[in-house]
């Protein structure tokens, strides 16, 4: 080969080397990667055992699956087995196939919740070999494995009995609930006002249901009669009649149906609404407002409009003047002397007040305010209230708005966190959750905190 056509192959190895510097592979998807198993895998046949009622089993372990080990060559040794659930819980596997009673009831409850409830869980059976050093698994099929979590009877409902409803079938008090799966919250509570010495059962909705409301099994109680204890154990087959043996007043239930235990906590005697005249009032208990104790813990709330300045006023425990009169005693505390003065407020407006007699002294508080509605769905965002105007003959404040849907609200008095409102439009509370909105457009928006029971609101799309 002469110099010259060296020179024109060299030219071209050039060339060709430069021409590969553009990406011919820019549309090839990269090749996909896995991460490196703990050795070898292999795998082998398993089947699941027969569906297990946990409630049922009475060992601490249970049988969940049969396999035959995979064959080993000569050098090879078998470590160990376990049981891999929706490759999110592994648990302990025996060369025969079962796993901790214990183990299996959280791993079906941790997947699927408490409900006793047949759910199916999808499991992998791994068996681990060695040789020389190195660690081979090798993995079953997935099976079927049918669990039923080991869980006591909860009702949707209960309700209480007692001499405080005179034993009366058609008198029941219903213990409240979230409404969430019983088995996920399963506290029912009430509080009620009972006699002295009151003895009291407890009746599960399906008596109820059943029109039988003394059906055995099902009325709840201790198993000992005339039990004064305030924390114990419900049985369900001849259960007797609890006592609280208190003097009359109000007690709270509590409910703990996976357990099976009920909490009796007195409160003790109390009026649950203070009434609010002005102190020259002849008496029209109509007409007078009041102040109320949600929590049954001596303090009250509520608001009221003074329509001017200087108006004075206490606080009554009847809708009169003959019952326990709270007035000023100075430094925003009450007292119940004769001569206490008047409160009252230095210019008209829409007041909130509220009372505490739980404390020694007794206090008061006096505060304005004037209500707007705030967050990311109003006008204003989250920096600024939107004002709402007060109508004194509906007793309500109200605003039209557009509002942003997909956004939240709720409502504040004065421009500040102070005082807010949120949650259940039908019973708001101090401090509840935003309320969401559906769909942006104009809207009707109106409060309403003349009845301290339950303060409402509304919020209509024109």
């Not at 909490?263 to 007409?287: F, K, R």
Request: with cysteine; aromatic share 10%; charged share 15%.
């Amino acid at each position: 080969m002469n110099m010259k056509k060296i020179a024109l192959y060299m030219l071209m190895l050039a060339s060709a080397l430069v021409a590969c510097d553009e990406d011919f592979n820019e549309d090839v998807a990269a090749p996909q990667s896995w991460e490196q198993e703990d050795g070898k895998s292999v795998s082998f046949s398993a089947t699941a055992a027969s569906a297990i009622d946990l409630a049922t089993v009475t060992t601490d372990s249970v049988a969940v699956c049969s396999f035959t080990a995979p064959p080993v060559s000569e050098g090879q040794t078998i470590t160990g087995f376990d049981l891999s659930f929706d490759q999110k819980i592994l648990l302990n596997l025996t060369p025969t196939g079962k796993v901790a009673t214990a183990d299996l009831q959280s791993a079906v409850t941790q997947l699927f919740g408490k409900r006793p409830q047949a759910r199916t869980m999808k499991g992998v059976v791994h068996a681990y070999m060695k040789t020389n050093g190195q660690v081979f698994r090798a993995s079953s099929d997935t099976i079927n494995i049918i669990v039923t979590p080991v869980a006591p009877v909860i009702e949707t409902a209960y309700y209480l009995i007692g001499n405080m409803n005179d034993w009366d079938g058609a008198k029941l008090v219903k213990f409240n609930h979230s409404g969430k799966d019983v088995y996920e919250d399963p506290y029912f509570t009430v509080i009620v006002k009972v006699p002295a010495n009151c003895y009291w059962k407890i009746i599960p909705q399906s008596n109820v249901d059943a029109s039988n409301v003394w059906a055995n099994p099902g009325v709840l109680g201790p198993s000992a009669d005339g039990d004064t204890s305030a924390t114990g154990t419900l049985v369900n087959d001849n259960a007797q009649a609890g006592k609280i043996a208190e003097e009359a007043g109000y007690v709270k239930f509590t409910l703990n149906m996976m357990e099976s235990t009920y909490t009796i906590d007195y409160i003790g005697d109390m009026v649950l609404q203070l009434y609010v005249p002005e102190a020259d009032q002849v008496w029209n208990s109509d007409l007078t407002p009041i102040i109320y104790c949600q929590n049954y813990d001596k303090k009250y709330d509520g608001y009221v409009n003074f329509t001017a300045a200087g108006q004075a006023f206490k606080f009554t425990a009847q809708p009169s003047w003959d019952g326990t009169k709270y007035g000023n005693g100075g430094d925003g505390t009450l007292s119940t002397d004769a001569d206490a003065g008047n409160m009252s407020v230095t210019e008209a407006g829409y007041y909130r007040l509220t009372a505490n007699l739980a404390t020694t002294p007794m206090t008061y508080t006096v505060t304005k305010t004037v209500w707007g509605i705030i967050g990311d769905a109003t006008p204003g965002s989250w920096d600024a209230s939107t004002d709402m105007t007060y109508n004194a003959t509906t007793g309500e404040w109200t605003v039209t708005a557009e509002l942003t849907g997909g956004k939240v609200m709720k409502f504040r008095a004065n421009n500040a966190w102070d005082i807010n409102l949120g949650g259940n439009a039908s019973n708001l509370t101090y401090g509840g959750d935003n309320m969401s909105i559906a769909e942006s457009g104009t809207y009707l928006i109106t409060l309403n905190l003349s009845d301290p029971k339950a303060y409402k609101c509304t919020i209509v799309k024109q």
